[in-house]
């Protein structure tokens, strides 16, 4: 694999408010769908051995409106199941249990459509996607979130789940995973479209 290009979605509703979203499937605001068309002259004229796209509206239109078609969904792209905490804020957590970190405490369990995972599960999924991007060869283009692409880097760079805390992740912007001497690197994060 050369590199893997990594689209973080644009702006919904929950995100711009500082809701924790995982598996709401929620629509992107006008600014996110803006953010989404911004993204296209970076995919414009390149070719992609793989493309792989989250399940989630939000993610799906950010890479229809970047211009990556031909994608696959892939389950596994999905957004941290934050459990009992699907849409709360940060504050709001805090307000009953001071002190709480995402990446060192993790989540609580929800209701059926929110179960909630762990880091080691969120970790464990971005290993198989790496995997198959590896066996893809070539570009590789991912549409996701926050979180998760977060986990993603931190286990394409060899370390574990919880060190994403890292690696903070606006909506609308782009990554790239890659190489140096043949051991993998963050080449950009966090890189916004001006």
Not at 90 to 102: A, E, K, N, S, V
Not at 105 to 111: F, L
Not at 155 to 165: F, K, Q
């Amino acid at each position: 694999m050369d590199e893997m290009l990594l689209l973080r979605h644009g702006e919904t509703e929950w995100s711009k408010a500082g809701r924790h979203t995982g598996r709401t499937d929620l629509p992107l605001t006008e600014h996110g769908e803006d953010q989404a068309r911004a993204l296209a002259p970076l995919v414009k004229g390149q070719a992609f051995d793989l493309v792989l796209v989250s399940p989630a509206q939000r993610a799906r239109r950010t890479a229809e409106l970047a211009g990556l078609g031909g994608y696959r969904l892939d389950p596994d792209l999905w957004e941290w199941d934050y459990g009992g905490y699907e849409g709360i804020t940060t504050q709001d957590i805090r307000d009953t249990r001071p002190g709480w970190y995402l990446w060192r405490d993790g989540v609580i369990p929800g209701d059926a459509e929110h179960p909630g995972e762990s880091a080691a599960e969120v970790a464990a999924r971005a290993d198989r996607v790496i995997e198959r991007a590896r066996r893809a060869g070539g570009r590789v283009a991912l549409v996701a979130h926050g979180h998760f692409l977060r986990v993603l880097a931190a286990r394409w760079l060899g370390l574990g789940p919880e060190e994403g805390r890292l690696l903070k992740l606006d909506t609308g912007t782009y990554s790239r995973l890659g190489f140096e001497h043949a051991e993998p690197v963050l080449a950009t994060w966090n890189a916004p479209i001006s």
